[in-house]
């Protein structure tokens, strides 16, 4: 069965001293905390990547980029390539976020050229998706989030979409308190679900975490979990609490 999965997006967040406050208290909480199954992921700026990796040594907790790349190497100034990622270890980056389409100008090519590096280099992309208010006021948000995920993904062989998690984050959701409602996570998750069958089969489809973020705190987290096709969470706000946070990732 697909994964559990509780991401935590810092953004750009904490200096170094708080970074090592936050990774100690995370990992104090889940030294008295069963997680079951569920997988933890943290992904902190650049800087700190080395700091939690070394702090988990694998086992507590996997780590994760906020950002990577679409190049392989060379003279591209403060870029950071996947084989970089590759070679402190890392096992997960995040890609395609909101933030970084509205600011940085990130289009659904530049998504999977920065896909196509993370896979070639082994490590799982966590492709974020999802429409803004006024798509969602539209009802265009389908429409939206079936262009992202086609033309950001959907150039990949099944193997390697096997190695892909998506995060469902409705731009409207992302840190204004306002969550989508369960069953607004429900819908989306199985019409994403429902793409991935069509296009690379129902056992791939079953077997892909997706994720949803926007506003996920620990008092709403156990019944957005509680729906069949909510695999987890991508977490910012509250992943900056290692208490908020390791509630979250018990919330199944
Ligand atoms: P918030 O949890 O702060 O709404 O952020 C969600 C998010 O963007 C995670 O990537």
Known sequence: MRKHIVAGNWKMNKNFEEADELVSNIMDKLEETDLK??????????PYLE???????D????????NVSDKESGAYTG?????????IELDYCIVGHSERRAYYGETDALVAAKVNQLLAN?????????????EREANKQFDVVK??????????????FSEVVIAYEPVWAIGTGKT??????QEMHAFIRSLIAEKYGKEVAEETSILY???????????????????????????????????????F
């Open 147 to 160: 262009k992202q995920i086609t033309d950001g993904l959907f150039h990949l062989t099944a193997e390697q």
């Open 180 to 185: 989508a409602t369960p069953d607004q996570a």
């Open 122 to 134: 082994e490590i799982k992309p966590i492709v974020c998706c999802g429409e803004v208010l006024e």
């Open 51 to 57: 700091l939690c990796t070394d702090y988990s040594n």
């Open 79 to 87: 870029e950071v390539s996947a084989s970089m990622l590759k070679s």
């Open 59 to 66: 086992s507590y907790f996997m780590v994760g980029a906020q």
């Open 213 to 251: 973020g926007g506003s996920c705190k620990p008092g709403n987290a156990k019944e957005l979990f509680a729906n069949p096709d909510v695999d987890g969470g991508l977490i910012g706000g509250a992943s900056l609490k290692a208490d908020d946070f390791v509630a979250i990732a018990t919330s």
């Open 37 to 46: 199954d569920t997988l933890l992921i943290v992904c902190p700026p650049f």
